[in-house]
């Protein structure tokens, strides 16, 4: 699926409202690069309509009632196999928690959607901004990349083999965690999956822009328990507490007196993503040798790939999510085909095997 120089990029509008459906339609005409294959007036609508479909960009809303468009994003990403979503609602304002949980659910954009009467103007522009920004990532090669999760309308894919490597045991004393697309529904899942007396400092760096990440912990900290908040400059790593990546910057380690402390690197990275996996995965690698385990979730892309590298040969580990659970199975799907991980499984089995290496009794 995807976009091409053939054909216009096709546009789905989830809406509730028949004249946010009308409006938001009428925004394009003029505009021959998108095409409206359709409007649904719910999420249940939107993700029986996708099944036969080839649809690039869902616009969804997110109050409606019966299925809200958080709850079934997750659902339409699967049933579109690969569409962008852009999220055009009066809940998506910076810094909500909707516009949060929306992007790390796999949202690729949000837009603050206008009162009645206030569609046009600056609000115009910007829907047809985000919807030509967001096409043209859609119609790049590799859009979809690594998706195997199919609607019940299409055959399934059988799941890809990959090499493994051998099941690590023993002790954790660092755990470092790397999403992106999708991925606050794949950390909840792991998190809520750690045992309550797991201890060891746990890192995790989600792709998010830097405005959002003060909420994402936020949610990160109510969803596992744990104390949690955005790394800084010299914090030190404290066990069985979160740290999360800043949007500005990487985790990297440094090592002062006794203690093990964050520096914060915000010098571009090889997989060009601010932050990025890479170095914080290294940085476990140098400062915990085998006694590291690296998580890759779901995301687009391979990110994490060069720092799971790196903790491989320090001997420690790498898990890596499933293609069945995954949004998209681009980031760990990338650590597997290259034989890096030990274990490929839906994120609440991957953090049942990290428990089971007793986790933090070897706390450094």
Known sequence: MGASSSRPIRVLLVDDSLVARTVLARLLDGHSEFEIAGASPTADHAIE??????????????????????????EILAASDGARVLIVSSAAEAGASATIRALTLGAADTLLKPTAGNFAGEFAQK????????????????????????NAHRPATPAPIVPLRQVRTGHVSCLAIGASTGGLHALSAFLRG?????????????HLPPPFMPYFAAQLRDIAGRPTSVAAEGAPLVPGEILVAPGEGHIRLARKASRIVVHIDTAPAPSRCMPSVDPMFEAVAQMFGDDGVGVVLTGMGRDGTIGAEAIVRAGGEILAQDSGSSVVWGMPGSVAQAGLASLVLPPEDLARHVCAREAGAAWK
């Open 194 to 206: 750690l045992a309550p007396d797991f201890r060891a400092p746990i890192l995790v760096t989600q």
């Open 49 to 74: 309509f996708l099944g036969g479909q080839d649809i690039d960009i869902v616009v969804l809303d997110v109050e409606m009632p019966g299925k809200d468009g958080l709850t079934a994003l997750p």
């Open 127 to 150: 829907f047809v901004d985000a919807l030509t920004r967001i096409g043209h990532a859609a119609a790049r090669p590799g859009r979809g990349e690594g998706r195997v999760r199919e």
